[in-house]
């Protein structure tokens, strides 16, 4: 349903979640650099070493004004803006994902009955069925082709070099037996 008639919509949904993951992974690399004993943030982390946009505050308001720690307040401001922008895109994911939601719904309410038809069993059945259908042709197709490596090995000899193995030992075996003094024919 999406993909066919809301798809400019999921895609701006999309971009605000790929944005959010990109703001979440800097928020961590901060973590990562500067919330450990030596990192500049140190003091701003909670019992579990973590910066949060909480124990950031409290930092930031208890360094304000000194100078000696001038870095580590725009280090932490920085942080803090990240932190306001990660929950700005997540309140606006919330709103897109709803306003999906509710254009969802209109829209199936507008579907006539062969555009429901054609959502269902076109889209959905058989593309299913396909895929399925595919996947055995795959399994299929890979049995086949280890099935014929495997009579290939089997079969590398070729029948006259298996027939002059066969006489060569046969051979051999007359001559121990005639040594033996048994007679072989």
């Not at 990109?22 to 500049?40: D, F, M, W």
């Not at 140190?42 to 946009?53: F, H, L, P, R, S």
């Not at 208890?62 to 895109?89: H, Q, R, V």
Request: charged letters at 30%; aromatic letters at 4%; a negative charge.
């Amino acid at each position: 349903m999406i993909d066919n008639y809301l798809a400019e919509e999921q895609q701006s949904l999309n971009d605000l979640v790929s944005t959010l993951e990109t703001k979440q992974a800097e928020i961590t690399s901060y973590n990562e650099e500067h919330a450990g004993e030596e990192g500049l943030l140190a003091d701003a982390t909670n019992d579990k070493g973590v910066i949060t946009k909480t124990t950031l505050t409290k930092y930031l308001k208890s360094i304000k004004g000194d100078t000696s720690e001038k870095g580590a307040y725009d280090l932490g401001n920085k942080l803090l803006t990240a932190f306001a922008k990660e929950a700005t895109l997540k309140k606006q994911i919330k709103t897109a994902e709803t306003e999906l939601d509710e254009l969802t719904l209109k829209k199936f309410g507008a579907l006539t009955e062969a555009e429901v038809r054609t959502l269902v069993v076109d889209k959905k059945w058989l593309q299913t069925i396909s895929d399925l259908l595919q996947a055995e042709i795959d399994s299929i197709s890979q049995r086949l082709t280890g099935r014929i490596k495997e009579l290939a090995e089997r079969y590398e000899n070729a029948l006259p070099q298996l027939t002059e193995q066969a006489t060569t030992a046969e051979e051999k075996v007359a001559s121990h037996l005639a040594k033996m003094g048994l007679v072989w024919s």
